[in-house]
T-cell receptor
């Protein structure tokens, strides 16, 4: 069983919809939770970062972490065609000389105009 | 600033051939990483280097070697390529905030 599970999709929604992306994990040592966005044929870029449990909002994006359920979510409000990309969740137990991230499989998202 | 650069962008190898993937960064970051990305598998860590002069294995190190040549450069070597190593390879560095990794544009490798 993978440490981090993410539904690969693909997910296709109309412009303006609210999008919910999710990951589950099994390692209770994870403390740092991230969402990366990857456009086609590009490297991933950090979108959101959360430490421990709780919510974090940045514009149209909200990241939620529920450590008791080992479940994290990314919500995109008022989705735009430019949000079409693959979204990867990533987690880390902390910085011990170097940060080692464990990634989910990535969810491919398409926003239709 | 170029950020993280990788060469080559594309490569086709025959089984058994060797090659080195190059990565360089101009952000003065200490930690550097090599990942491979395969469909349905996400990004998997091959090797990482916490600082100049140190390297450690990640999740999938078999068939690969690395060299941290200096603070800027971190190379990945395939000594005897196999079709299972067909993948997209990404180099990354760790930012000063210790939570953001910066990725290069990737190298698409096909082994026939």
């Amino acid at each position: 069983q993978k440490e981090v599970e993410q539904d690969p999709g693909p997910l296709s929604v109309p412009e303006g919809a609210i999008v919910s992306l999710n990951c589950t994990y099994s390692n209770s040592a994870f403390q740092y939770f991230m969402w990366y966005r990857q456009y086609s044929r590009k490297g991933p870029e950090l979108l959101m970062y959360t430490y421990s449990s709780g919510n974090k909002e940045d514009g149209r994006f909200t990241a939620q972490v529920d450590k008791s359920s080992k479940y994290i979510s990314l919500f995109i409000r008022d989705s735009q065609p430019s949000d079409s990309a693959t979204y990867l969740c990533a987690m880390s137990a902390g910085f011990q000389g170097a940060q080692k991230l464990v990634f989910g499989q990535g969810t491919r998202l398409t926003i239709n105009p | 600033n170029a950020g993280v650069t990788q060469t080559p962008k594309f490569q086709v190898l025959k089984t058994g051939q060797s090659m080195t993937l190059q990565c360089a960064q101009d952000m003065n970051h200490n930690s550097m990483y090599w990942y491979r990305q395969d469909p349905g598998m996400g990004l998997r860590l091959i090797y990482y280097s916490a600082s100049e002069g140190t390297t450690d294995k990640g999740e999938v190190p078999n068939g690969y070697n690395v060299s941290r040549l200096n603070k800027r450069e971190f190379s990945l070597r395939l000594e005897s390529a196999a079709p299972s190593q067909t993948s997209v390879y990404f180099c990354a560095t760790l930012g000063q905030g210790i939570y953001e990794q910066y990725f290069g544009p990737g190298t698409r490798l096909t082994v026939t």
